[in-house]
């Protein structure tokens, strides 16, 4: 199936509305692709508010968010080697996709916590007044279970440095990222296209020709923002 066709499919089974189709929308969870896994969570949340007495598979749901977060976890590990270019569009663009990671976890958490107003307190966990912040904090602290509790706060909790994320992430994963070139290695092994344009943006802007070998199959890649990327790190290089 072409991608944009597979893309819409998440939809389509939501507009189904049957248990069976949610059955599938979680069955699918796992996939490569953040876009598509994003759009059947978003289906699998307009299911749930459509339908909240249909049964979803929750067991399934809970080692997905697991899986998520061992990737946000992966991402504060590289995102503090990468530290040190500062505003580099590397850094942003991890930055960004780390973004997308988080709401991919509070869509989870919604559907696990569906009695609570997960998403409000996705939105006060962005704002810059401290209060707010601190609040949606709270409603967490007090709605989690303890253990999903101890892992997911530090990620979200202001007091917590980069550098305190990232040690935490090596226990949690049981490997450190020792060196910058080992963090851009993790970006463009990913099935991620964001992630691999980080990497190739990285490749340039710290002159790692050892990984330069990964930018020339990237030049004829379907994804524009990863041709474009390849290109301009090739031109750094």
Same mark, same amino acid.
Not at 129 to 155: G, S, T, W, Y
Not at 165 to 193: C, F, K, M, N, Y
């Given at each position: ?5 597979? !893309? ?13 189709? /949610? $059955? ?6 796992? $996939?490569? !692709?953040? =876009? ?14 459509? /339908? ?31 530290? /040190?270019?500062?505003?580099? =569009?590397?850094?942003? =663009?991890?930055?960004? =996709? ?49 253990? *999903? ?18 040690? *935490? ?39 790692? !020709? /050892? ?20 290109? !301009?790190?090739? $031109?750094?290089?």
């Amino acid at each position: 199936i072409a991608p944009e066709i597979r !893309n819409e499919l998440p939809g389509v089974l939501r507009q189904i509305g049957t248990e069976a189709a /949610a $059955q599938v929308l979680v069955e699918n969870l796992m $996939q490569g !692709n953040p =876009t598509l896994r994003f759009r059947i969570m978003f289906a699998l949340n307009k299911l749930r508010r459509q /339908a909240p007495g249909i049964t979803i598979d929750l067991p399934a749901v809970e080692s997905i968010l697991a899986a998520e977060l061992l990737g946000h976890y992966r991402s504060h590990q590289i995102l503090h080697r990468m530290s /040190a270019l500062r505003d580099d =569009t590397a850094v942003l =663009t991890l930055q960004k =996709t780390m973004d997308h990671e988080r709401e991919r976890i509070f869509r989870l958490l919604s559907l696990l916590y569906p009695q609570h107003d997960v998403h409000s307190a996705y939105v006060g966990l962005q704002s810059k007044d401290h209060v707010i912040h601190d609040n949606a904090l709270e409603f967490l602290d007090n709605v989690l279970k303890p253990q *999903l509790r101890k892992i997911l706060v530090p990620l979200l909790d202001s007091e917590y440095s980069l550098e305190e994320r990232a040690r *935490l992430a090596d226990r949690l994963l049981g490997a450190a990222v020792p060196d910058q070139e080992s963090a851009v290695a993790l970006l463009i092994t990913s099935d991620d296209p964001w992630l691999q344009a980080c990497g190739a943006h990285a490749i340039g802007a710290l002159g790692l !020709n /050892a990984l330069a070998t990964h930018l020339e199959g990237w030049l004829s890649s379907n994804d524009p923002a990863l041709r474009d990327a390849a290109r !301009n790190a090739k $031109q750094r290089l």
